[in-house]
């Protein structure tokens, strides 16, 4: 049995049924993780150790005859913006390097509960802060299906290890579009939950009103399983709510009610004619299948990109301003006037793009620019909020490409901001709406790359995008044209 | 020629540091003496991924506070964040209410005059920087402690009118309970705005801020300073700059801290960890049906209805525990005498007493009614608060009662009478002392419980219509 190819979910019933002990599924993942990841770098950080150790205790628990929380032996990476006990939290930051947050994010201790078997921690673009894993302090991480491609980002870490078969689930964090565009560029399937869905508590801040943590997997049933654990209201994060249900219809779904809206609008901004016309087939099957699709209009994402830029980073500038050197993280010596000591440890312990961000955020925030720039664009949110609100009314799911483009090259995007800002263009209009989305696989274009589609549904109803993705893998068979485990890679 | 006439315009900002057991946005302790940073958390020490939750209790001392101050209430409020670098401001950002204030529109009865108050809000407290030979250490048990912010309207026309304020706004704090107002530990904290203009201006010269004013003595000193300073620079024709200025205790003079160019940019927006501050019309009306009597209206009541003097309502008001004392021992005695006693008698004690108001009022009206002489009283309230006892039974042990009763004394006269004629002819024949020597038997015969005023004076009554009988 080839452990890696198991799903978050056999590898619990197999578990269960005392098949394998959890010992040896850290065993035979540990073995794979050392050697795929020298090719990948998706993780900075792996805690095996630990993770063994609980091994041990889950399978003393099974002998015990004792009940198994839900995910008992599963392997799970996280983002290093998530913070754990005993562990360093580093953002892929150089200001964060060896800094122990003391305290687990509310979805660590929910993970830990669950029986999961938290196996390391993943690379990101520093701070969150990219679109390419590439402004990571450490490296860059590989695309699991092409080394010479980015896996994208800022989650490319958990992306590239799920996509290259090390975990069959990983964590990641989403301010625009931080997990879907990574996970269509590594073959995956990208949950992002409504916004209030899943605590935020200890997930370092990028912009905090867009913020979300999100999952991958290569499987629709193993995100519905831990996105299960993960959900709820949690009185550490005042701005998750109680009360909405986790609804999934599984067998029971009838794909023949759901409506589909196909906006033009973000077919319009398709760079890539592979992407293109993958779409268009997908449709026609969906067509085909008995599903209506019907074409409609929504404002351009371009506007919702310029809103974006403007909330996220006038939010960032704030929420990195903790950044001081002083209290956390590593501060330069020998300054004794506080102001220059800040300004040194800023210009030391942020790269570029990070700069960049707070510089525009706290210009768009200053009282010459904020009418013009802040407060215009939490009113064409709000607009653009309840324009998908009221699409809502008469459609059941908004479709199209999760990205415009697939994977490009490693390096080669790294000058642009505006450009590499444009790869997650389709997630930001959902993002600034807080409603939830999922990105899956459409096959592999001619280059061998993973496609994605995208899929948005209204609030609470992350249910419906678990079943309707699980009923295009069938319809479709573009997941199953995906190789996870081959080692090395072509470049 | 007349020297120009100028009015002074004075406003307020005062933070309260409220009375709850834990932090604003975390649950770390409050207590004002803990070693420093022993105090503090993740969340307060602003690391990395941590997300404030609000302290209700310290909505509800707001809310309260906002109340009193006869404040309009935002059902909707919020919090915004206050952004600025400095070194005990662990996040970088405060956390505060900008645009939407628990209160707004409020006034503060001073005498006979109304003292507008713009806002009251939340905000949380930055850490407290302590120089050591030089250096700056950072206490951070302060930093997340909930304040409350009232800013009065510039309505307040001299230094005196400051203090006034100031001293019946703290004492009405007190009374709601929300803060301790020790300006000593900072947890009443005053800056003050004070500008000049002449009677025939219409716009005032630029303000002047005071800042770090820790006493209502220096408060005042250090306005009349500012007042004298700004006057004497107008009459000189200069300018007043607009600047913030401190207060020397010893030199008795301001000086200035930095000039107020380019004002600070806070960049405020919306708190996006935090959803709206919705608060419910009953939660309203239930804090609002908690706010006690305002102590300045008490005082007057006091004056008015009960008669009592400034001097005994002023120490009785100036401690609410002692005032609902007072206020309850006054049922069962006459509040008069009540309000004497607890300023004569009682002004080393700490409020409420050990022993029920009821003990106290009985003792009084006891001592009133002449069932008790003034010593004995004075001795069975030291006891009662020493033992806890009641004042009857302690009386019954001394057998101290006095017995006023008509009709015992005068079954008791008619007895010495008849048993001592002798006597009784004495007195009659003009002997005025015997009167002593039927006093002593019927003392004795009464084993010391006859009131002895009484008991002369129905004595004397009854020999002297004797006389007219003979
Ligand atoms: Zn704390």
């Known amino acids: ?491 | 020629m007349m020297e120009k006439e100028f009015k002074t315009i004075i406003g307020l900002e005062i933070h309260l540091q409220l009375k709850t057991l834990s932090k604003m946005f975390c649950s770390c302790s409050t207590e004002f003496a803990a070693p420093a940073n022993t105090n503090t958390c993740p969340v307060c020490l602003g690391w990395p991924g941590t997300l404030p939750s609000v302290n209700q209790k310290a909505v509800l001392f707001g809310l309260k506070g906002a109340l009193a101050l006869n404040c309009r209430i935002n059902r909707e409020s919020g919090f915004d964040r206050k952004n600025y670098f400095y070194p005990d401001l662990p996040k970088g950002f405060q956390i505060t209410q900008y645009a939407r204030p628990l209160g707004f529109e409020g006034f503060f009865t001073l005498g006979e005059k109304n003292i507008g108050i713009r806002r009251v809000h939340l905000e949380e407290d930055a850490g407290r920087t302590i120089y050591n030979q030089g250096n700056g250490e950072i206490d951070f048990n302060r930093a997340g402690i909930p304040l409350v912010e009232i800013v009065t309207e510039p309505d307040i026309e001299s230094p005196g009118e400051a203090r006034d304020f100031l001293k019946d706004l703290r004492l009405l704090i007190l009374y709601l309970g929300i803060s301790d107002c020790s300006m000593e530990e900072g947890s009443f904290r005053c800056d003050a705005n004070i500008s000049l203009k002449g009677e025939e201006e219409k716009i005032s010269q630029n303000q002047v801020e005071l800042k770090n004013l820790n006493s209502f003595q220096a408060i005042f000193r250090a306005l009349e300073y500012e007042e004298k300073r700004q006057k004497k620079a107008l009459l000189d024709g200069e300018e007043i700059k607009g600047e913030t200025r401190g207060w020397d205790e010893k030199e008795g003079k301001t000086f200035l801290l930095r000039e107020k160019g380019k004002k600070e940019d806070y960049r405020y927006f919306p708190e996006p960890d935090l959803p709206d501050l919705i608060l419910r019309q009953d939660l309203i009306g239930s804090v609002a049906e908690d706010i006690p009597e305002p102590p300045m209206q008490r005082e007057k009541r006091w004056q008015e209805e009960w008669g009592i003097g400034k001097e005994e309502t002023g120490v009785l008001i100036s401690d609410k525990a002692k005032a609902d004392y007072f206020e309850k021992a006054a049922n069962f005695a006459s509040p008069k005498e009540v309000a004497k006693w607890i300023k004569e008698h009682l002004y080393a004690h700490v409020f409420p007493l050990e022993i029920p108001p009821e003990y106290l009022s009985e003792i009084i009206k006891m001592v009133e009614e002449g069932d008790l002489s003034f010593p004995q009283g004075k001795e069975v309230l030291k006891e009662t608060l020493e033992t806890g006892r009641k004042p009857g039974e302690i009386i019954d042990d001394k057998g101290w009662k006095q017995i006023s009763n008509q009709e015992y004394i005068e079954e008791l006269i008619e007895e010495i009478i008849e048993n001592n004629p002798g006597v009784v002819q004495d007195y009659l024949a003009g002997k005025e002392k015997a009167i002593q020597n039927l006093m002593g038997k019927g003392m004795k015969k009464s084993e010391g419980q006859a009131n002895p005023q009484t008991l002369r004076s129905l004595l004397e009554e009854r020999l002297k219509g004797r006389e007219e009988d003979g």
Not at chain 1, 162 to 178: D, F, K, M, N, R
Not at chain 1, 256 to 270: N, S, T
Not at chain 1, 286 to 307: F, H
């Open chain 1, 1 to 491: 049995m080839e452990f890696k190819e198991q799903t978050a979910c056999s590898l619990f019933r197999l578990f269960e049924q005392g098949e394998i002990s959890a010992v040896e599924i850290i065993k035979n993942f540990r073995e794979f993780q050392g050697q795929r990841d020298k090719d990948l770098k998706a993780f900075v950080k792996t805690s095996w150790k630990r993770a063994e150790k609980k091994a041990r205790a889950l399978d003393e628990k099974r002998k015990r005859g004792e009940d198994l929380p839900p995910l008992s032996a599963v392997p799970i990476a996280i983002k290093d913006n998530i913070a754990r006990l005993r562990e360093t939290m580093t953002c892929s930051s150089n200001f964060l390097k060896g800094f122990f947050p003391g305290y687990s994010a509310t979805v660590v201790e929910k993970l830990e509960e669950a029986g999961a078997l938290i196996i390391g921690r993943t690379n990101m673009d520093e701070m969150a802060m990219g679109s390419t894993t590439e402004t990571s302090v450490y490296h860059p991480t590989r695309n699991p299906h092409n080394l010479g491609k980015t896996p994208g980002g800022s989650s490319g870490g958990s992306a590239a290890a799920v996509g290259g078969g090390i975990v069959p689930v990983a964590l990641g964090s989403e301010t625009g579009g931080s997990v879907r565009q990574p996970a269509s560029f590594c073959g995956n399937y990208g949950l992002r939950p409504t916004y209030g869905r899943i605590s935020r508590f200890g997930l370092a801040a990028y912009a905090s009103s867009l913020d979300q943590i999100g999952l991958f997997a290569r499987d629709p049933d193993d995100l519905w399983r831990v996105f299960g654990v993960l959900a709820g209201k949690d009185k550490k994060d005042s701005t998750t709510v109680s009360g909405k249900g986790l609804e999934r219809k599984g067998e029971a779904f009838d794909p023949e009610e759901i409506r589909v809206a196909f906006p033009r609008e973000y077919m319009e901004l398709v760079e890539d004619g592979e992407v293109e016309k993958r779409t268009f087939e997908v449709v026609e099957k969906l067509e085909k299948a008995g599903i209506k699709v019907e074409e409609i209009s929504l404002t351009d994402p371009k506007k919702a990109l310029g809103v974006y830029s403007v909330i996220a980073t006038a939010e960032a500038s704030s929420n990195l301003a903790r950044f001081d050197g002083l209290r956390f993280g590593k501060g330069i010596e020998g300054e004794k006037n506080w102001e220059e000591l800040i300004k040194k440890n800023r210009e030391v312990g942020f790269g570029q793009e990070v700069k960049n961000r707070i510089l525009l955020g706290t210009l768009f925030l200053s009282s010459q620019y904020r009418e013009k720039f802040y407060d215009r664009a939490v009113q064409v949110r709000k607009e653009i909020t309840q324009e998908l609100d009221q699409l809502f009314c008469n459609f059941d799911l908004i479709l199209s490409p999760a990205t415009p483009m697939p994977a490009f090259n490693l390096g080669s995007r790294i000058e642009s901001s505006l450009e590499k800002i444009m790869s997650d263009i389709m997630a930001i209009p959902g993002s600034l709406a807080g409603l939830p989305a999922i990105s899956l696989p459409m096959g592999l274009n001619s280059e061998g790359l993973p496609l994605g589609l995208q899929l948005m549904a209204p609030r609470w109803k992350e249910g419906r995008l678990i079943d309707f993705s699980q009923f295009i893998r069938e319809i479709t068979g573009y997941r199953e044209e995906l190789k996870y485990f081959s080692e090395g890679g072509s470049e």
